[in-house]
């Protein structure tokens, strides 16, 4: 069974969350200008993708670093508007009327409390949501979330990297690398478990002095602990104290 994902403590998640927060961004802009503009293909226009990318403060997807390899900026061209899209549609925040998506009256009742927000979304994006593109899609991975949750909270406590967690949920060795099956469960790992983690801000990778191509190091948030309660919480409590 999927681990509960709610928040049992006062804590603002658009301060960790970057999926919270820019839905909440997202949701204001549609207050202040009637809406989200979008352009033919029904596509986020490149003035709110413009505004995302400057106020969404988005790791690794901020605007310098993206107009560092686009001369404009399209929705597919900043990832992050997949799932902030994706969630304001299925939740029913706005609604598509003509060339715009206007905010619902759930929308603004959401925008009101971003820890009601983050308890809506928070547990679909994390199970539910196809984080996977097609060619490597794994849906097999769904039923493990509280495998890769428990190994976290003891893991992350103090830092680990993938490495780490390759050895400790595969077996795997830095000697492995060259192996197909090293190749694509590091792939899965990383974008389908870590970086989600990530957006959702429960999880944060620490890329401090390490260059595009290195792996940072992934710590629990604030998030973390004022959202789950999970069976390796008496030994996260019991490596405190050793």
């Known amino acids: 069974m999927d681990p509960t994902i709610a928040l049992h403590k006062p804590i603002d998640p658009c301060e960790h969350s970057p999926l919270i927060r820019g839905l909440v961004l997202s949701l204001n802009y549609a207050v202040e200008h009637g809406g989200i503009g979008l352009t033919q293909n029904g ?34 061209k900043m990832p992050p508007l997949e799932p902030i899209h994706a969630s304001l549609r299925h939740f029913k925040l706005v609604r598509r009327y003509k060339d715009k998506l206007r905010i619902t009256k759930l929308g603004k009742t959401m925008l009101k409390d971003p820890q009601d927000l983050f308890d809506l979304a ?20 769904a039923q493990f979330w509280h495998v890769f949750l ?40 990383k974008y389908d478990i870590l970086k989600p983690l990530c957006w959702l801000g429960i999880l944060r990778e620490d890329r401090e002095g390490r ?3 290195e792996d940072g190091i992934y710590y629990k948030t604030p998030l973390w602990y004022a959202a789950l309660h ?8 019991l490596r405190r104290l050793s």
């Open 230 to 237: 999970l069976e390796s919480d008496p030994e996260v409590g």
């Open 122 to 141: 928070a547990p679909v994006y994390l199970y539910r949501f196809q984080h996977a593109p097609p060619a490597r899609r794994q849906d097999y991975l």
């Open 211 to 213: 260059d595009l191509l």
């Open 150 to 189: 428990n190994v976290l909270n003891l893991e992350a406590e103090a830092g680990c990297t993938v490495q780490d967690l390759m050895r400790i949920l595969y077996g795997f060795e830095d000697t492995d690398y060259r192996a197909l099956t090293y190749c694509e469960s590091r792939l899965e790992l």
């Open 43 to 76: 596509a986020m226009n490149r003035k709110f993708v413009t505004f995302a990318a400057n106020a969404f403060n988005w790791p690794g997807y901020t605007a310098k670093e993206l107009l560092r390899v686009n001369k404009v900026l399209d929705e597919h």
